[in-house]
């Protein structure tokens, strides 16, 4: 039974907003090719200027991405709200995309062409985190739940793709630590600056 409050904004006609922000930890050899994928839908969201179907396809491919590199999953958790304010959910959106910025390691430099000027051998990163931050309107009880869990992270990644689908998406940010090929985050580095994550 849906609480009171939700009850009677959905009688008054207010809309409902989620927003939400999930971490995703992968560790392993293998993580390191995933880095050229969120790279390319970087540049693909900054040259469309943040155009929202262009950022919701980059969502898609980056969440189909990571449920195949399922196996290397280590750690995860998940953070957000319910507010039936688009102002709220605007201010929500934009202290949580200011955080994951602030993460270390986690804003590229795409002002530089992905491979220029760098060493034939560079360092592989062990450790990568994404952190996918979105606003849509309406329910989604696959975000509105614990995904500290393979199977709840699975089916969290499968509903951010949906949304894209359905068009219920308001707003869409991904980060990522480190943000560049040759960029390591070490073990240290990653209990230090995302202790919110939860083995899976």
């Excluded at 971490?23 to 050229?36: I, K, N, Q, T």
């Excluded at 790279?39 to 449920?67: K, M, P």
């Excluded at 894209?164 to 990653?190: C, K, M, V, W």
Aim: aromatic share 8%; charged share 20%.
């Amino acid at each position: 039974m849906a609480p009171l409050g939700d009850r009677f904004n959905r009688m008054i006609g207010k809309t409902r907003f989620v927003v939400s922000r999930l971490f995703l930890h992968l560790g392993g050899d293998e993580v390191a090719p995933l880095l050229g994928v969120l790279n390319q839908a970087a540049r693909n969201v900054i040259e469309a200027e943040g155009d929202l179907e262009v950022a919701g396809e980059a969502l898609v491919q980056v969440c189909q991405s990571l449920l195949q590199y399922d196996t290397y999953w280590q750690s995860g958790s998940n953070e957000g709200d319910v507010v039936w304010n688009e102002g709220e959910a605007a201010d929500y959106f934009n202290e949580l995309f200011t955080d994951s910025g602030q993460r270390y390691l986690s804003e590229p430099d795409l002002s530089q062409p992905m491979y220029e000027n760098q060493p034939l051998s560079l360092p592989i990163t062990h450790n990568l985190v994404v952190m996918i931050t979105i606003v849509s309107e309406g329910e989604v009880p696959d975000l509105e739940t614990d995904l500290a869990s393979m199977e709840a992270m699975n089916r969290g990644l499968k509903a951010l793709i949906n949304l894209h689908y359905q068009g219920r998406l308001r707003g869409i940010q991904i980060h990522f630590s480190p943000a560049r090929l040759g960029d390591e985050l070490t073990n240290d580095q990653l209990l230090q600056n995302f202790p919110e994550l939860i083995p899976l």
